[in-house]
């Protein structure tokens, strides 16, 4: 079974990895699942010692990484872990497993040294936070950096976010829109025309420039119309167009694959006995995981586990996207949950229980939670709650 925390390498600095791997048993936790490869952000640290709040450099990673071998696109090794191997200390004990988890292309760091391989919306625009997959120096940059931590450290897997093409909305720096922006207007946003894309789409004989110029044309229409602000619920004409319905169906198609190619490949290259978890998309429900060419029935064939943030407030909620992923993947133990036992899913300790025994009876047994540093203390407790109920009834 993996019973795993989510933890962020300057949270486990607060203290020795001995006491944190004591805690861990305490919570009825076995594995260490550590960021070794992470953005920027603000992250308020509730329980931290030494600071509340922390600022840590954006698209850097947490490991001694072998920069020699890396093409264009080369990590660069955080000064903390310049100081203090975090990873290598925890892989050396001998009481807690540790999983990698590693922020593959989402990676503003890199995206403003290089935005020629970054996404390219219709309009030619740079998404400096979203490397394009379908880039050479991408693809062999997400390869070298799983197979590098793969191959310097003994952990017993890699956790793989963002593997394809981000959704629009991401949470960058200060985001600002007084426009409404529906689902279908994401979508179309998101959509990436870089050369390799377009070159890629129409070597299919999907007719990409024509699609790139119809987006262009109908989403500049559609915002100068009046009356926009309700918009979700009553899609346009240029919604119901079959041919660009036809055109953006085999587009989505041809982003799956790329994605499956560059996952496979990882999966072929990294030592067989480590194994690979992909989360294929952070903003659920996983129904729409393909808007980011995360095509989970495919995923599932190629990789160890498909591994879902099933982050909903209600039990209800969860389920059904559970059932969902599951229906996919064809096999419930191919699938691993992640929880959040707090705000802004979660709000009391039954609320966590009922939840990991709801998915336990869907055949989910793998359960990994989010995240030590965030979580206020108590709450952390609250997983020691549900997966002492979750060994009972499987007793």
Avoid at 36 to 62: L, M, Q, W
Avoid at 129 to 148: F, G, K, M, N, R
Wanted: hydrophobic share 40%; net charge negative.
């Amino acid at each position: 079974m993996y019973y795993a925390l989510y933890a962020y390498p300057w949270d486990l600095m607060d203290d020795s990895p001995a006491r944190w791997c004591h805690q861990f048993h305490d919570w009825q936790l076995n594995t260490l699942t550590m960021a070794c490869s992470y953005h920027a952000g603000k992250f308020i640290r509730p329980h931290g010692k030494n600071s509340k709040v922390i600022f840590p450099e954006d698209g850097t990673v947490y490991f001694q990484a072998s920069l020699s071998r890396y093409g264009l696109l080369k990590p660069k090794i955080n000064p903390l872990i310049q100081a203090h191997d975090v990873l290598r200390a925890y892989t050396e004990q001998n009481d807690i497993s540790v999983q990698a988890w590693l922020v593959l292309l989402h990676n503003s760091r890199l995206g403003l040294l290089h935005p020629d391989t970054t996404v390219c919306n219709a309009w030619g625009d740079r998404y400096v936070y979203s490397l394009c997959p379908c880039h050479p120096a991408v693809h062999e940059y997400a390869i070298q950096l799983c197979v590098d931590i793969a191959e310097h450290y003994p952990v017993i897997g890699l956790t793989l976010e963002t593997p394809g093409f981000l959704p629009f909305e991401h949470g960058y720096h200060h985001e600002f829109s007084q426009i409404a922006l529906n689902s279908w207007l994401k979508a179309l946003l998101a959509l990436c025309f870089c050369s390799y894309c377009l070159a890629g789409l129409q070597q299919q004989g999907i007719p990409a420039r024509w699609l790139q110029q119809a987006i262009r044309k109908r989403v500049d229409q559609h915002w100068c119309e009046e009356g926009i602000l309700n918009h979700e619920k009553k899609p346009d004409a240029f919604m119901m167009d079959s041919q660009l319905q036809t055109a953006l169906g085999a587009m989505r198609q041809w982003r799956c694959q790329q994605v499956s190619t560059l996952l496979n490949e990882i999966r072929a290259h990294v030592r067989r006995e480590c194994a690979i978890s992909v989360i294929p998309t952070v903003q659920p429900p996983h129904s729409n995981a393909d808007l980011e060419g995360s095509d989970i029935r495919v995923l599932a064939t190629m990789v160890d586990f498909i591994e879902c943030p099933f982050y909903h407030s209600s039990v209800e909620h969860v389920v059904n996207d559970a059932k969902d992923v599951i229906q996919r993947v064809g096999y419930p133990r191919k699938v691993r949950a992640i929880l959040r036992p707090g705000l802004p899913d979660m709000t009391s300790a039954q609320q966590v229980v009922d939840t990991v025994l709801a998915l336990r009876r869907l055949g989910i047994r793998d359960f990994s939670f989010y995240n030590l540093g965030l979580l206020p203390y108590h709450h952390l407790t609250w997983i020691a709650d549900a997966l002492t109920q979750l060994r009972q009834e499987m007793s």
